[in-house]
């Protein structure tokens, strides 16, 4: 057992590097395990620490990424060496896109045969360097404790994102000293000209719209967005985990209306997310964009801005809510948008009634939102079924929206699904799968059934990859590798693994399907067949 005094710390390579874990906050690992860490799983196992583990290193990243973003600290995985690292890259790159600050820490054969042809020898760092903002080999063991608070302060610095070490066999195994001490992250302070700028075009346009971006919830900003739009009475929009900035009931959220806003919108304020392919790239017509970044290296660089404050999100929002100049009246343009949400509202209540002999994921979605609780996290991982997801959910608080991002990486549901039942023991864990992307983890239920974190999957499937099946059709009139096995029984696989699921075929047998798996109390899956001619209808120009 490492010995401690004060921050002083001495003992062999995982009791150092849990030590550093430890002073940063964190509390728990994620990993597969692998021989060229087991110092890592001594150092948990002796002290009580926990240690979740899986059936593929990619969920164990992506169980890592979760908890960083729902907890905003840092979330660990621990792989071991050569494919173990390999295997993680998909979770370190949807880390670095979403700007979770990810520690993963992986074994390495050993420095002091390095040529010779060890087991799973090969150099990790230009692997992972382009989709991590840290990345190093620790070649002493006096170094590990140094070195993992480093990486962490890498990871939470704005922009936050993924840091790596390499623990090569005999630094790790080794024994040494070290100090355990809470990583050091600067608050960068933005350009107070460059807020008053922002606050006087926002409070000066006629028709200003807010977008709000899953920086917003990461930088803990959410209550200053909330007081920035009340200030200058602007519409919010959301995408990412910034959905739920603004509960559904507050009169300046909105959701359904956002093609109306941003056609007419003359000022569009896009807050910590990038301007990308989900927000046509920045090019909102003639408006003027005002966009707000937690770091300079976020400002874009593909369009041009009228104003981009960059820095401490809370700082710059709580600057525009503080503006004290002119600015116009805006309830005219607020009652507008109003009145096109409820008319989409509407519209959007008729189509999660759908009574059709195959049942439409509308009508899935219309079941869910009578039996998710408001603190429900619901996960999102999939094409077509999950959009619909986003057009039919709307989350009630901060934090409880999780999905791929802009990377879109299928296969983060049981790692997101496992990070998110650790974080909230007692909340309903919903994740919602299309039939493709559940063949990517639907393994990892054995990880949750053995460790007992039970959650809920609701599949959609219809038997195809419907993102990829419908728009070929229209493009070549046919299409090639986008079938899967109709009506498949993921729900078997679920209850062979140790779980309870069910299939369900007609809309009426929705209701007491969804009842019996939140309250099974272990990882149930209902799977939904759903029609696969109903195609979710896409304006986003992928490049």
């Known amino acids: 057992m490492a010995e401690t005094s004060d921050s002083a710390v001495s003992g062999h390579g995982g009791q150092l590097a849990l030590a550093a874990l430890q002073a940063a906050g964190v509390r728990e690992m994620f990993t597969l395990s692998g021989g060229h860490v087991f110092p890592l799983y001594d150092a948990a196992h002796q002290t009580g620490f926990p240690l979740y583990d899986v059936r593929h290193e990619q969920t164990a990243v992506f169980a890592a990424e979760a908890v960083a973003k729902l907890q905003r600290r840092p979330g660990v995985a621990v792989l071991t060496a050569g494919p173990g690292v390999t295997n993680g890259v998909s979770g370190l790159t949807s880390a670095f896109f979403n700007a979770a600050p990810v520690l993963v820490l992986g074994g390495r054969a050993p420095q002091f045969r390095w040529g010779s042809g060890s087991l799973q020898e090969i150099d990790h760092l230009p692997i992972v360097a382009p989709v991590t903002k840290h990345a190093a080999t620790v070649t002493s063991t006096d170094d590990i404790t140094s070195a993992v608070t480093t990486a962490l302060e890498h990871a939470l610095?704005?922009?936050?994102?993924?840091?790596?070490?390499?623990?090569?066999?005999?630094?790790?195994?080794?024994?040494?000293?070290?100090?355990?001490?809470?990583?050091?992250?600067?608050?960068?302070?933005?350009?107070?000209?460059?807020?008053?700028?922002?606050?006087?075009?926002?409070?000066?346009?006629?028709?200003?719209?807010?977008?709000?971006?899953?920086?917003?919830?990461?930088?803990?900003?959410?209550?200053?967005?909330?007081?920035?739009?009340?200030?200058?009475?602007?519409?919010?929009?959301?995408?990412?985990?910034?959905?739920?900035?603004?509960?559904?009931?507050?009169?300046?959220?909105?959701?359904?209306?956002?093609?109306?806003?941003?056609?007419?919108?003359?000022?569009?304020?896009?807050?910590?997310?990038?301007?990308?392919?989900?927000?046509?790239?920045?090019?909102?017509?003639?408006?003027?964009?005002?966009?707000?970044?937690?770091?300079?290296?976020?400002?874009?660089?593909?369009?041009?801005?009228?104003?981009?404050?960059?820095?401490?999100?809370?700082?710059?929002?709580?600057?525009?809510?503080?503006?004290?100049?002119?600015?116009?009246?805006?309830?005219?343009?607020?009652?507008?948008?109003?009145?096109?949400?409820?008319?989409?509202?509407?519209?959007?209540?008729?189509?999660?009634?759908?009574?059709?002999?195959?049942?439409?994921?509308?009508?899935?979605?219309?079941?869910?939102?009578?039996?998710?609780?408001?603190?429900?996290?619901?996960?999102?991982?999939?094409?077509?079924?999950?959009?619909?997801?986003?057009?039919?959910?709307?989350?009630?608080?901060?934090?409880?929206?999780?999905?791929?991002?802009?990377?879109?990486?299928?296969?983060?549901?049981?790692?997101?699904?496992?990070?998110?039942?650790?974080?909230?023991?007692?909340?309903?864990?919903?994740?919602?799968?299309?039939?493709?992307?559940?063949g990517f983890s639907l393994m990892d239920v054995e990880s949750l059934v053995r460790q007992q974190l039970p959650v809920v999957m609701v599949v959609g499937n219809n038997g195809i990859w419907g993102l990829e099946k419908h728009p070929m059709r229209a493009m070549y009139g046919y299409d090639v590798a986008a079938d899967l096995q109709p009506g498949l029984r993921y729900d078997d696989v679920v209850k062979a693994l140790g779980g309870g699921g069910e299939t369900v075929a007609k809309a009426a047998d929705l209701p007491a399907a969804l009842a019996r798996a939140f309250s099974a109390g272990v990882p149930y899956l209902v799977n939904v067949i759903t029609d696969p001619d109903d195609a979710y209808p896409r304006s986003a120009n992928l490049a």
């Open 157 to 438: 610095a704005p922009h936050r994102g993924p840091s790596f070490l390499d623990l090569p066999l005999e630094v790790v195994f080794s024994t040494g000293d070290g100090k355990a001490v809470a990583p050091q992250v600067e608050v960068l302070e933005p350009d107070p000209d460059l807020v008053e700028q922002a606050a006087r075009l926002v409070a000066g346009a006629q028709r200003p719209v807010i977008i709000a971006g899953s920086d917003v919830y990461g930088g803990d900003a959410t209550q200053a967005l909330r007081a920035a739009a009340e200030a200058l009475t602007v519409p919010v929009f959301a995408n990412g985990m910034g959905r739920g900035s603004l509960p559904p009931s507050h009169p300046l959220a909105f959701a359904k209306s956002r093609r109306k806003a941003l056609d007419g919108a003359d000022v569009v304020v896009v807050v910590g997310t990038p301007l990308d392919f989900r927000l046509g790239f920045g090019d909102f017509g003639a408006a003027r964009v005002v966009h707000v970044v937690d770091a300079p290296s976020q400002r874009a660089q593909h369009v041009s801005v009228a104003v981009s404050p960059a820095g401490d999100l809370r700082t710059i929002l709580s600057g525009l809510a503080a503006y004290a100049g002119d600015r116009v009246d805006h309830t005219d343009w607020v009652a507008t948008l109003r009145a096109a949400e409820q008319a989409q509202a509407a519209k959007h209540e008729l189509e999660m009634q759908a009574d059709t002999e195959l049942i439409k994921p509308a009508r899935v979605y219309g079941e869910l939102r009578k039996v998710l609780a408001a603190d429900a996290v619901t996960i999102g991982d999939g094409g077509d079924f999950v959009s619909y997801a986003g057009r039919y959910l709307e989350p009630s608080v901060p934090g409880s929206w999780l999905d791929p991002g802009p990377y879109g990486c299928l296969g983060t549901g049981m790692g997101y699904a496992m990070g998110a039942r650790v974080t909230y023991p007692d909340r309903q864990i919903c994740v919602l799968m299309g039939d493709g992307a559940a």
